[in-house]
């Protein structure tokens, strides 16, 4: 069983940053790929970035490549999601979840932390 905890949303003005934090609570869980996803009112869930359980390999959202930053500390099993020039179209829920992979389908997920941003 994996567990995921998020952090680090709030509300924040345009243009401003966050960095969200995902704590993974298992003994394996430098097995897993870790993924954000954003989920706005009314919209599916996206894929916004993933990153494989060494580091190396990391995946964006088309949109997203030059604003979103993930990385992770397998020391302290976490992985994060820095947002910079943040839009109010970035207002969501951010999920991280676990999968065998970047692309893979999850596995397991957290339970979302929301992110406001004003205009």
């Known amino acids: 069983q994996v567990q995921l905890v998020e952090s680090g949303g709030g509300l924040v003005q345009a243009g401003g940053s966050l960095r969200l934090s995902c704590a993974v609570s298992?003994?394996?869980?430098?097995?897993?790929?870790i993924q954000w996803f954003c989920q706005a009112p009314g919209k599916e869930r996206d894929l916004v970035a993933a990153i494989s359980w060494n580091g190396i390999m990391k995946y964006y959202g088309n949109s997203k490549k030059d604003r979103f930053t993930i990385s992770r500390d397998n020391a302290k099993n976490t992985v994060y999601l820095q947002i910079n020039s943040l839009k109010p179209e970035d207002t969501a829920v951010y999920y991280c979840?676990?999968?065998?992979?970047?692309?893979?389908?999850?596995?397991?997920w957290g339970q979302g932390t929301q992110v406001t941003v004003s205009s």
């Open positions: 298992t003994r394996t869980a430098n097995n897993y790929a």
């Open positions: 979840a676990a999968a065998g992979t970047t692309r893979a389908s999850p596995d397991y």
